[in-house]
């Protein structure tokens, strides 16, 4: 060994090492997306189904695209379980900027949520606390996904208005 290079103890090397393996393992540093409800749309209305065309927006704080393969998510209206599932259209929210998505959704909220179909059949017209919870997942190495969760309020439209 040259006699410039000055020797570093064993133990110093093993935690140099395990540092940078720890960090390899972890993956990379990735910010969860920002996601609100942009609106709820009423399509289609009739006595045993309704259909809603559901509007997200999403800001991406990240200094790279997000490339979305897959939406898992749960939306809350009133604090009653409105729709929920998965989603696998893809989409890329810009480097430090935002971006939108939509999903279809039929119910029978005659079933499932009778005080917000009382509010669809009456036109809207009123603020409606939401909460959505749910997770991006992304074509990111070594990310499995990304959650998000928002509270608010938003107004329900009818379809053309």
């Known amino acids: 060994m040259s006699p410039l290079m000055p020797r570093l103890p064993l133990a110093a090397c093993a935690v140099a090492a395990s540092m940078v393996i720890g960090s390899c ?17 009423v399509t289609s209305l009739d006595f045993s189904r309704q259909s809603f065309l559901l509007g997200f927006d999403v ?48 119910l029978d909220l005659l079933k499932t949520a009778p005080r917000i179909l009382e509010v669809v059949r009456s036109g809207g017209g009123r603020d409606i ?23 608010g309020e938003i107004r329900l439209r009818a379809h053309g208005r």
């Open 129 to 151: 606390p939401y909460a959505i919870e749910g997770d991006f997942g992304v074509d990111i190495p070594l990310v499995d996904s990304l959650p998000f969760r928002k509270t």
């Open 59 to 106: 800001t991406n704080p990240n200094p790279f695209p997000l490339p979305v393969t897959r939406v898992r998510y749960g939306v809350e209206l009133y604090g009653q379980l409105f729709a929920g599932g998965e989603s696998t259209g893809r989409f890329t929210v810009p480097a430090l900027g935002d971006g939108t998505f939509a999903i279809s959704v039929e």
């Open 25 to 41: 393992a972890t993956g990379p540093v990735v910010e969860a997306p920002g996601v609100s409800l942009r609106n709820v749309e």
